[in-house]
């Protein structure tokens, strides 16, 4: 079955303590992206990567890192999560990014992973 | 500034009533507009898809329809259904040098659909 995958689902921790969240896609996807929704907000980037070894900085990365090594997979950092970083996070994938095919650049996205922060 | 404005924030509306969702962008330049259905607590799953030249475009009960002239767009559900219920989220392809097409959100729209 098609689909991008996030783990965990829900997570609780402290400030300071580093965490990743992954997501993977069985699609062979080339455009992967991290949105993080909070209430009464809509979707906001945080960042994004064309392809394997290409990233780059959305609306709000500040505080978070990435990483695309493989193509399936795009892990998203908090080296030292806040409370301000509670929030539902949503990976999201397309074929590509690119504009002269709408078709290509559907996005599909992940179940999301609710962090809380204390 | 790139912005997407949806309303009503939420809707109330009785099963088998048809209802109409507004999104209003200030994009550019367009590329593509997306409906996006956002089950609660679960990711986004996309309905119709429209680029500059098409002014309407269904899926099943759903039909949305896009005016490029006054960048404006609805999403009307009809015979609405109990698993309606839930956000509606529209989003604007800005289409930038290279190819690139950078996605816009709007907060959505939460329709709730009652017996």
Same mark, same amino acid.
């Given at each position: ?11 609780? @921790? ?60 795009? &892990? ?43 | ?6 309303? &009503? ?19 550019? &330049? ?17 309905? @119709? ?20 002239? @006054? ?37 959505? @729209?939460?329709?709730?659909?009652? &017996?």
């Amino acid at each position: 079955e098609a689909q991008v995958t996030q783990n965990p689902r829900y997570l609780i @921790t402290v400030t300071g303590k580093k965490l990743t969240v992954t997501c993977s896609q069985n699609m062979n996807h080339e455009y992967m992206s991290w949105y993080r929704q909070d209430p009464g907000l809509g979707l906001r980037q945080i960042y994004y990567s064309m392809n394997v070894e290409v990233t780059d900085k959305g609306d709000v990365p500040e505080g978070y890192k990435v990483s695309r090594k493989e193509k399936r997979n795009f &892990p998203l950092i908090l080296e030292s999560p806040s409370p301000n970083q509670t929030s539902l996070y949503f990976c999201a994938s397309s074929l590509s990014a690119r504009s002269f095919d709408s078709s290509y650049n559907e996005q599909f996205f992940g179940p999301g992973t609710r962090l809380t922060v204390l | 500034k790139n912005q997407v404005e949806q309303s &009503p924030q939420s809707l109330i509306i009785l099963e088998g009533k048809n209802c109409t969702l507004q999104c209003n962008y200030t994009v550019s &330049p367009f590329s593509n507009l997306r409906w996006y259905k956002q089950d609660t607590g679960r990711g986004p799953v996309s309905l @119709t898809i429209m680029t500059f030249s098409e002014n309407t475009k269904s899926n099943g009960r759903y039909t949305a329809t896009l005016d490029a002239d @006054t960048k404006q767009s609805s999403l009307h559900i009809t015979a609405s259904q109990l698993s309606d219920s839930a956000s509606y989220i529209c989003v604007v392809g800005a289409g930038f040098s290279g190819g690139y097409n950078k996605l816009i959100f709007g907060a959505g @729209t939460r329709l709730a659909v009652h &017996p």
